[in-house]
């Protein structure tokens, strides 16, 4: 397990310095001048020079680089350009949107994904299998946004039960504030819901033909003890890889929603640095988004270990 | 038991539909909640071009000497009064009395000359450090005496000391303005949920007629279907500038909104560049007038919101001289025009467009326009930095399509390194004659002769004067219909 894990730690490593120099180059290599940008097209040359001076962008590129690794490795992910305050301000704030939203997204997608795919395996051909996979059809093939926007008018604008977009902030309260995540968690979850059913089914479908499964039968265990405790556990990795995809992509992937719903999470804030130019902020945010992919896919490897002991590598079951 | 369980869920809804109703209700005596389309990168107006942050701060939490009304006039605000030396060289303002900023410290003359010799430095960042150019000193003989000198008569002053870019901040706070705006203003700033919103309430100390708003939160609101469903919704009370000019039927149409079309400072010009061959030809620039239909460009890219103009002026001022005839829309014309400039034979010229919606939608409907006269063009879609740096400081550029913001700018053409190359002797004597006149009336007629030597000259097609589509709830009064300058001025908002 030990070396498993040392494995799994250097790679991540690795991944993330490399990952840094991708994102450093690529804004470097991006036309536009930040000061520029925010000083508009009344500025006069001596302003614009003594504000690329007070944003440090007099450097030289190499040094600046090395400035900011040593910075983002000591936790102070520098000074958003155009806000003034700390990245790391900014990004804490978001969390306390992004990460709740994902959260909720998440478990309401895999409390809805696992039972109808399991259902459906078990039910093979039948009713219940025609409905869930009617069901994940609609839910893949209808776009979230519209989705979102039709949830909205039924419950913001028509019933007003819900309100139709901002998000409260946790200190007006915990139930104001999920008050205000339901919708989008909703339109998040749908379509995420879908496909994790669909990769359920077909995972259940699978082992469900195994021998061993036979064999549990056989031996006496009921059809939906064999279903659950042979089948379902050895049906996980795919999923458990799915749900690791879609976390990360929940993160930051959101910015539609977040639009729709206008909702100050990261992939907004992304999006609004890269058209501010605000370049310490999207710099910061991709290397953020980087290593929160990479370390979801570090804890899905050690999920595969924790589920299928064969995967623990170093050590011997025969 | 049915029918139990049935009647108990509609009792809660009913319940929950009334506390909501109840909660609204009693929330919106003093608190309003207006919706802007961009967020402020931050809110320091003496540091950043970026309208959003006049639209949140401009007279709601900071105040200048002077301050611009609803009508666009001159109007005391943190000065008391003025006098003016008959050169039109020295500024005397009589500051008030017993004003503090947010933060409690006293507010007296000593901050007025930090504030302008702070924009004036040579380490100043003020995006419009111009404004500020015609100083030579500024003096503060006693706490609420203040004595600008000039360096030659600037007859703009007293306009240009009212923009956002000239509010008077304290040494204590001006460098944490950005994050924690501390003015003297009748609303304290209170907090800033960063993509989210910002929030201010009224402030008791305020020295002049105190605001009836207790409390007044600015919503972020990017995206135009959202803003639609957000207004229906009623989680928003007001949007000063609606982003969805194709939905305003929809309030019109609904009797719980107001909806005002009011004009802004936004004078929008098909930008030619005077510099390039064929455009420093008169005859070809008067032929690209001629080709451009503005009504449809109007109909067609505005949804029929916004006013013709025929110069570079706001149609809404008193100096306004109405030159949309001098060049109708006239195919032929435009095309005889062409020909006798040895363009008979075609044209081609590149049309770089910026991100707004009036610059896209109206470069197509332009496009088809000019080439119904033989005039070909590239369009090229650029994001406003591309913009920034290709047309605007390379003039690297035939034909662009952008609106002017700023208030009063008819002297940007007689700027020598801008974008639209053009140099004229006569009108950059206009342009110092008008900075030497003080007196009104003088000034308007130097201003319509500006006026017209610009539509004379051609210099730019001159489309249409940006509009301004408020949106809000039928009982919110005071709200600005049109805007002179980039501001919510909310000192003036109250719930019928």
Same mark, same amino acid.
């Given at each position: ?12 490593? +690795? ?13 470097? +290599? ?155 968690? +909703? ?71 977040? &639009? ?36 979801? &896919? ?21 | ?16 539909? /009334? ?64 006098? =003016? ?59 609420? /005496? =203040? ?151 109007? %109909? ?76 070909? /063009?590239?369009?090229? @879609? ?45 009108? @950059? ?59 919510? %001025? ?7």
């Amino acid at each position: 397990m030990a070396l498993f894990l040392l494995q799994r730690l250097t790679a991540l490593v +690795v991944t993330l310095l490399v990952a840094s120099l991708v994102v450093f180059l690529v804004m470097e +290599v991006l036309p536009g001048d930040p000061a520029a940008v925010m000083l508009g097209i009344n500025a006069r040359p001596d302003t614009l020079a003594a504000l690329r001076q007070q944003m440090g962008l007099d450097l030289p590129a190499a040094q600046r680089y090395v400035l900011w690794l040593g910075g983002l490795a000591s936790g102070d992910l520098g000074t958003s350009y155009t806000y003034g305050v700390s990245v790391w301000e900014l990004v804490r704030e978001r969390l306390g949107l992004s990460l709740p939203l994902a959260l909720i997204a998440i478990c309401l997608s895999t409390a809805l994904a696992i039972p109808l795919g399991v259902l459906a395996a078990a039910r093979r051909g039948r009713a219940a299998d025609a409905g869930v996979m009617g069901f994940t059809q609609l839910g893949i093939a209808i776009p979230n946004f519209w989705f979102a926007i039709l949830l909205i008018l039924l419950f913001g604008v028509h019933w007003q039960i819900l309100p139709a977009g901002g998000f409260a902030g946790w200190e007006a309260g915990a139930w104001p504030a999920l008050k205000t995540l339901i919708l989008p968690a +909703v339109a998040l979850a749908l379509p995420q819901a879908a496909i994790l059913a669909r990769v359920t089914r077909s995972s259940v479908l699978e082992t469900l033909g195994e021998d061993f499964v036979r064999t549990a039968r056989a031996k006496g265990l009921t059809r939906s003890a064999a279903l659950w405790r042979h089948a379902v556990r050895n049906a996980l990795i795919p999923v458990v890889t799915i749900m690791g995809l879609q976390f990360s992509f929940l993160l930051a992937g959101t910015i539609i929603i977040e &639009n729709v719903f206008y909702l100050p999470g990261l992939g907004r804030l992304v999006f609004q640095a890269i058209a501010q130019h605000d370049l310490i902020v999207v710099k910061d945010l991709v290397m953020l988004l980087a290593a929160a992919v990479v370390v979801v &896919n570090f804890l899905v490897d050690l999920a595969y270990a924790v589920i299928d002991p064969r995967l623990r590598g170093g050590r011997s079951y025969e | 038991m049915k029918p139990f369980i049935a009647r108990a869920c509609a009792a809660a809804l009913i319940a929950c539909g /009334t506390l909501a109703g109840a909660s609204t209700v009693q929330a919106a005596k003093d608190s309003l909640v207006l919706a802007m389309v961009l967020e402020p990168p931050h809110l320091d107006p003496t540091a950043g071009a970026a309208a959003a942050i006049d639209e949140v701060v401009y007279a709601n939490i900071f105040e200048g000497l002077t301050r611009i009304d609803r009508n666009g006039a001159v109007k005391p605000a943190l000065a008391e009064s003025w006098t =003016v030396s008959d050169d039109g060289l020295t500024y005397t303002f009589k500051l008030h009395q017993g004003v503090t900023f947010h933060d409690g410290t006293a507010f007296d003359s000593a901050d007025v000359k930090f504030s302008l010799d702070r924009a004036l430095a040579e380490d100043s960042t003020n995006a419009q450090k111009g404004l500020f150019a015609p100083i030579a000193s500024v003096e503060a003989p006693d706490a609420s /005496t =203040v004595v600008i000198t000039l360096k030659q008569a600037a007859g703009n002053f007293l306009f240009n000391l009212g923009w956002g870019d000239a509010v008077i901040v304290a040494p204590e706070s001006a460098a944490t303005n950005n994050a924690e705006p501390v003015g003297t203003g009748p609303f304290k700033f209170d907090r800033w949920v960063k993509g989210d919103r910002i929030e201010m309430s009224r402030n008791p100390d305020y020295w002049g007629t105190p605001a009836k708003l207790a409390k007044a939160t600015i919503k972020i609101i990017p995206d135009p279907a959202a803003a639609t469903a957000a207004l229906l919704a009623g989680d928003v009370d007001a949007f000063a500038n609606f982003p969805a000019p194709e939905a305003l039927a929809q309030f019109e149409g609904d009797p719980r909104f107001t909806v005002k079309v009011g004009s802004t400072e936004g004078e929008t010009i098909l930008a030619m560049n005077n510099g390039r061959k064929a455009l420093s030809d008169l005859r070809v620039r008067r032929a690209l007038a001629h080709a451009v239909d503005r009504k449809a460009v109007v %109909d067609g890219a505005m949804f029929g919101y916004g006013t013709p103009i025929g110069t570079h002026f706001a149609p809404h001022h008193p100096a306004y001289v109405d030159l949309t005839g001098r060049y109708p829309y006239d195919r032929e014309k435009a095309q005889a025009l062409l020909t006798e400039a040895g363009y008979g034979d075609g044209l081609t010229l590149s049309l770089k467009l910026p991100p707004p919606s009036y610059a896209r939608r109206g470069g197509e409907i332009i496009a088809a326009q000019l080439a119904a006269v033989g005039v070909q /063009t590239k369009i090229e @879609q650029l994001e406003w930095k591309g913009w920034l740096e290709q047309v605007f400081k390379a003039k690297d550029y035939d034909l662009t399509i952008v609106s002017h913001t700023e208030p009063m700018d008819i002297g940007i053409y007689a700027r020598d390194d801008y974008y639209f190359d053009y140099h004229d002797a006569d009108f @950059q004597a206009l342009m110092t004659k008008l900075e030497a006149t003080v007196a009104e009336k003088g000034r308007y007629a130097i201003l319509a002769e500006a006026q017209k030597k610009l539509a004379e000259d051609s210099v730019n097609v001159f489309l249409f004067q940006l509009a301004k589509h408020g949106v809000w709830n039928k009982d919110v009064m005071g709200l600005w219909e049109n805007s002179p300058v980039q501001a919510n %001025d909310l000192t003036e908002v109250y719930w019928k």
